[in-house]
């Protein structure tokens, strides 16, 4: 087989491959969203919530991002419900959801608690985090938050941290002010302050690139056996051809048997190279995808994260929840 055969053998069951894992997430998102609608239904929303959210990391889809705003809002997830209704009033099908989607939004945005961060001493080097995210206090803004509990930390190497636990309220805006921070003394003098341990995000990123990788490799391996077996398969029948001087309708009775047996060598190649090549394929798309949506190294300033942790259903800004 040429080197053009093999790449075309490749690039068709690639496709095949990327089809068939399509239809798996196009599924099985159909299956959770149905899942999340029947949650809704018993009123079970933490559960709904969390089946909505799958659906949508699979497949993006307007009203299955619809039904998560609402269930949110049940939940009284009020900034993250928002969040989802500014979105869709820009990428909903028709105007007509759009505009909902907006009414939605505006609707809900006088209830929303919401933090400011003042910095009234800055100190070299701080960092501040509202319930864990950090945020970039260089421009002060009333950010929209859920209601419940906002734990804010400010800290510097070398100085004592700051922290100071408040309740978001529906509808209050919250007003909080860091202070000059005071150095981290001892008798002998000022005491070194360990920096903080490496994030659980960022060993998640490793991990996931690892296995990513891995993946990727061993369906490289696979696709690659794939071809040489197509190769192997078109050699064997090239042979009962051969066997039949030229073609195998009108093989000789006495080398039929023979050439049957080349035939049959040929369809077993055939079947295990369409398996690997298949399966290879999936499995290097399956690598690539972990790798590529591994979580995002932990940052200083403003990020971009994951509105819930089951894989994403969605993304906001670092600092609104």
């Given at each position: 087989?040429?080197?053009?055969?093999?790449?075309?053998?490749?690039?068709?069951?690639?496709?095949?491959?990327?089809?068939?894992?399509?239809?798996?997430?196009?599924?099985?998102?159909?299956?959770?969203?149905?899942?999340?609608?029947?949650?809704?239904?018993?009123?079970?929303?933490?559960?709904?919530?969390?089946?909505?959210?799958?659906?949508?990391?699979?497949?993006?889809?307007?009203?299955?991002?619809?039904?998560?705003?609402?269930?949110?809002?049940?939940?009284?997830?009020?900034?993250?419900?928002?969040?989802?209704?500014?979105?869709?009033?820009?990428?909903?099908?028709?105007?007509?959801?759009?505009?909902?989607?907006?009414?939605?939004?505006?609707?809900?945005?006088?209830?929303?608690?919401?933090?400011?961060?003042?910095?009234?001493?800055?100190?070299?080097?701080?960092?501040?985090?509202?319930?864990?995210?950090?945020?970039?206090?260089?421009?002060?803004?009333?950010?929209?938050?859920?209601?419940?509990?906002?734990?804010?930390?400010?800290?510097?190497?070398?100085?004592?941290?700051?922290?100071?636990?408040?309740?978001?309220?529906?509808?209050?805006?919250?007003?909080?002010?860091?202070?000059?921070?005071?150095?981290?003394?001892?008798?002998?003098?000022?005491?070194?302050?360990?920096?903080?341990?490496?994030?659980?995000?960022?060993?998640?990123?490793?991990?996931?690139?690892?296995?990513?990788?891995?993946?990727?490799?061993?369906?490289?391996?696979?696709?690659?056996?794939?071809?040489?077996?197509?190769?192997?398969?078109?050699?064997?029948?090239?042979?009962?051809?051969?066997?039949?001087?030229?073609?195998?309708?009108?093989?000789?009775?006495?080398?039929?048997?023979?050439?049957?047996?080349?035939?049959?060598?040929?369809?077993?190649?055939?079947?295990?190279?369409?398996?690997?090549?298949?399966?290879?394929?999936?499995?290097?798309?399956?690598?690539?995808?972990?790798?590529?949506?591994?979580?995002?190294?932990?940052?200083?300033?403003?990020?971009?994260?994951?509105?819930?942790?089951d894989r994403g259903a969605g993304v906001a800004l670092s600092g609104w929840f």
């Amino acid at each position: 087989m040429s080197a053009r055969g093999v790449a075309t053998v490749l690039a068709i069951s690639l496709a095949l491959a990327t089809g068939v894992a399509h239809a798996d997430d196009q599924a099985k998102a159909v299956a959770l969203f149905d899942d999340g609608i029947k949650a809704m239904k018993a009123k079970q929303f933490e559960h709904a919530c969390k089946s909505f959210a799958a659906s949508l990391a699979l497949v993006a889809d307007s009203g299955t991002k619809g039904s998560l705003a609402r269930c949110y809002t049940e939940l009284g997830r009020l900034a993250s419900a928002w969040v989802l209704w500014r979105e869709l009033s820009d990428t909903a099908p028709t105007p007509q959801l759009r505009a909902d989607a907006g009414a939605r939004a505006n609707k809900l945005e006088a209830r929303l608690p919401r933090y400011t961060i003042k910095v009234v001493a800055p100190t070299p080097g701080i960092t501040v985090t509202v319930n864990g995210r950090p945020v970039d206090v260089s421009v002060e803004v009333a950010v929209p938050v859920d209601p419940g509990p906002l734990n804010v930390t400010a800290r510097a190497t070398g100085y004592t941290d700051f922290t100071r636990d408040d309740t978001a309220t529906e509808g209050k805006a919250l007003v909080i002010e860091v202070p000059a921070l005071r150095r981290a003394t001892t008798g002998a003098g000022p005491a070194p302050v360990v920096p903080p341990p490496l994030g659980a995000s960022d060993n998640r990123r490793r991990n996931r690139h690892l296995v990513g990788a891995s993946i990727a490799g061993i369906g490289a391996v696979s696709v690659i056996a794939g071809g040489v077996f197509g190769y192997r398969a078109r050699g064997q029948y090239q042979d009962a051809k051969g066997i039949c001087g030229g073609s195998i309708d009108t093989c000789a009775p006495g080398r039929l048997a023979e050439a049957q047996g080349q035939v049959d060598d040929a369809r077993s190649s055939a079947t295990r190279s369409t398996v690997l090549i298949v399966a290879g394929g999936a499995a290097v798309i399956t690598g690539a995808v972990l790798y590529m949506t591994a979580p995002k190294l932990e940052s200083r300033g403003v990020t971009f994260a994951p509105v819930v942790s089951d894989r994403g259903a969605g993304v906001a800004l670092s600092g609104w929840f």
